[in-house]
């Protein structure tokens, strides 16, 4: 037996109400879909990892040395991996190679690396 007075729609309109707000929510905080494939790209990848908010940030890691050769680069590393430091390397958009080590051993390292 249906009920004349119309209350059995209170509990959808709430819970399409909840949806809409909460998507008004997440399009405020910037939580827009991506646009189409042929459109621009949003997503940041294209200029680089999207997880660091500046495009020279590279975490917990620190350049120790930049450089314009890759080879350079790598008896960088490997001068400081004798030294026990660890290193890695990464190439910047300009082009050069910058050596990255930790933020407690940046020192050392460039003292090393001013030495070589």
């Known amino acids: 037996?249906?009920?004349?007075?119309?209350?059995?729609?209170?509990?959808?309109l709430i819970a399409f109400g909840l949806?809409?707000?909460?998507?008004?929510?997440?399009?405020?905080?910037?939580l827009q879909p991506t646009s189409s494939p042929g459109g621009p790209r949003r997503d940041g990848y294209a200029d680089g990892l999207a997880i660091f908010g500046e495009r020279d940030d590279y975490g917990l890691l620190f350049p120790?040395?930049?450089?314009?050769h890759p080879e350079v680069a790598d008896e960088i590393r490997r001068l400081l991996a004798d030294?026990?430091?660890?290193?890695?390397?990464?190439?910047?958009?300009?082009?050069?190679?910058?050596?990255?080590?930790?933020?407690?051993?940046?020192e050392e390292a460039r003292r090393l690396v001013g030495s070589f």
């Open 19 to 30: 949806v809409g707000f909460l998507g008004a929510v997440f399009w405020r905080m910037g």
């Open 64 to 68: 120790a040395a930049v450089t314009e």
């Open 1 to 12: 037996m249906a009920t004349s007075d119309g209350w059995y729609l209170i509990g959808p």
């Open 83 to 106: 030294a026990g430091i660890r290193a890695t390397t990464a190439i910047r958009r300009d082009g050069r190679v910058s050596v990255l080590v930790f933020c407690e051993e940046v």
